[in-house]
């Protein structure tokens, strides 16, 4: 993976970031694998699975870390064009050694060596990875969305994709099963981005879109609030139905799979159906904490997902 030193238009901080950096960003997304929560299927799920999901979290993880998280070697007074600039460079350097998978090189980075086995041995394609990477390209640039519309094809990058490989890690990526998958994982983003509104405008972003803010009138300095308001409750109530809607359209594909599969799909539309019941529970207010479900809740929501087969 190429360094940055020499590149133009840079300041001089971006001179220290190249490949070491993204070995050091790749390693802690690595610990942070080891210890963060997974969904609970995979804990159950046969080795060769857990394995490939890994690889599979590994990966994702690595790029968000790329696009969001603070970089090694990179003074806290960089500049934000600065800061940015070197993240676009890592992503592009990330997808060159995706790339190595599949043109017979070999990859540098430890989560790119341990994704190519899980591509070879389950014939991932590359664009959904490239996707994945897109996503935080596009995350450095776009703070806002003006529609649903524009935020649903930002989904199609940033969730739709690790649907896919899921499937295909599965045997079982056909077009049908792949239009259902997009649906359950539009919605999960969804669910996470509605349970994250606080942290979110802290970071600058808001994925509520613009249409949906005038039309409940809540604007920028409502979210800003230690605890919603009247109008930002309903808002969220319209865009935690929306999230449910889809998860439900998607959740037959749960039915037309057998053994593993099916469960590690049950286990997703499992989270997102707790996390709106968590939501729901809090009264729609996303502001004043993080509404999270606890893992009874999931596990029974798997139970059923798996047994009625949606």
Same mark, same amino acid.
């Given at each position: 993976?190429?360094?940055?030193?020499?590149?133009?238009?840079?300041? *001089?901080?971006?001179?220290?970031?190249?490949?070491?950096?993204?070995?050091?960003?790749?390693?802690?997304?690595? /610990?942070?694998?080891?210890?963060?929560?997974?969904?609970?299927?995979?804990?159950?799920?046969?080795?060769?699975?857990?394995?490939?999901?890994?690889?599979?979290?590994?990966?994702?993880?690595?790029?968000?870390?790329?696009?969001?998280?603070?970089?090694?070697?990179?003074?806290? @007074?960089?500049?934000?064009?600065?800061?940015?600039?070197?993240?676009?460079?890592?992503?592009?350097?990330?997808?060159?050694?995706?790339?190595?998978?599949?043109?017979?090189?070999?990859? *540098?980075?430890?989560?790119?060596?341990?994704?190519?086995?899980?591509?070879?041995?389950?014939?991932?394609?590359?664009?959904?990875?490239?996707?994945?990477?897109?996503?935080?390209?596009?995350?450095?640039?776009?703070?806002?969305?003006?529609?649903?519309?524009?935020?649903?094809?930002?989904? *199609?990058?940033?969730?739709?994709?690790?649907?896919?490989?899921?499937?295909?890690?599965?045997?079982?990526?056909?077009?049908?099963?792949?239009?259902?998958?997009?649906?359950?994982?539009? /919605?999960?983003?969804?669910? *996470?981005?509605?349970?994250?509104?606080?942290?979110?405008?802290?970071?600058?972003?808001?994925?509520?879109?613009?249409?949906?803010?005038?039309?409940?009138?809540?604007?920028?300095?409502?979210?800003?609030?230690?605890?919603?308001?009247?109008?930002?409750?309903?808002?969220?109530?319209?865009?935690?139905?929306?999230?449910?809607?889809?998860?439900?359209?998607?959740?037959?594909?749960?039915?037309?799979?057998?053994?593993?599969?099916?469960?590690?799909?049950?286990?997703?539309?499992?989270? @997102?159906? /707790?996390?709106?019941?968590?939501?729901? /529970?809090?009264?729609?207010?996303?502001?004043?904490?993080?509404?999270?479900?606890?893992?009874?809740?999931?596990?029974?929501?798997?139970?059923?997902?798996?047994?009625?087969?949606?």
């Amino acid at each position: 993976m190429g360094g940055l030193a020499g590149k133009s238009g840079l300041d *001089e901080e971006a001179s220290t970031a190249g490949m070491e950096v993204a070995a050091e960003v790749s390693l802690a997304a690595a /610990a942070k694998a080891s210890g963060e929560n997974f969904p609970v299927a995979l804990r159950v799920l046969p080795g060769a699975w857990r394995a490939h999901l890994s690889a599979l979290y590994g990966f994702a993880r690595l790029t968000d870390d790329l696009g969001d998280e603070p970089l090694p070697g990179i003074p806290d @007074g960089a500049s934000p064009e600065t800061v940015r600039a070197i993240r676009l460079r890592l992503l592009d350097d990330l997808q060159r050694d995706v790339a190595r998978i599949y043109d017979g090189g070999t990859p *540098e980075l430890p989560a790119i060596r341990a994704l190519r086995k899980t591509v070879t041995e389950c014939g991932v394609p590359r664009q959904p990875l490239y996707d994945l990477i897109q996503a935080n390209r596009q995350d450095q640039a776009v703070k806002r969305y003006a529609t649903y519309g524009d935020l649903k094809k930002y989904c *199609e990058l940033s969730a739709n994709p690790v649907g896919q490989v899921v499937l295909h890690i599965a045997g079982a990526a056909t077009p049908e099963r792949l239009l259902a998958s997009d649906n359950i994982c539009t /919605a999960l983003q969804l669910v *996470e981005h509605w349970q994250d509104v606080a942290e979110d405008l802290r970071n600058g972003r808001i994925y509520l879109p613009a249409e949906d803010l005038e039309r409940f009138g809540v604007t920028e300095a409502d979210l800003a609030q230690p605890a919603a308001g009247p109008d930002v409750v309903k808002l969220m109530a319209f865009q935690a139905q929306r999230a449910s809607g889809l998860l439900d359209e998607g959740a037959p594909l749960i039915g037309t799979l057998k053994g593993a599969a099916r469960l590690a799909i049950s286990g997703y539309v499992a989270g @997102g159906r /707790a996390a709106l019941k968590a939501i729901h /529970a809090a009264g729609y207010d996303v502001l004043s904490r993080t509404p999270k479900p606890g893992k009874a809740t999931t596990l029974q929501n798997m139970v059923s997902c798996y047994v009625r087969g949606r």
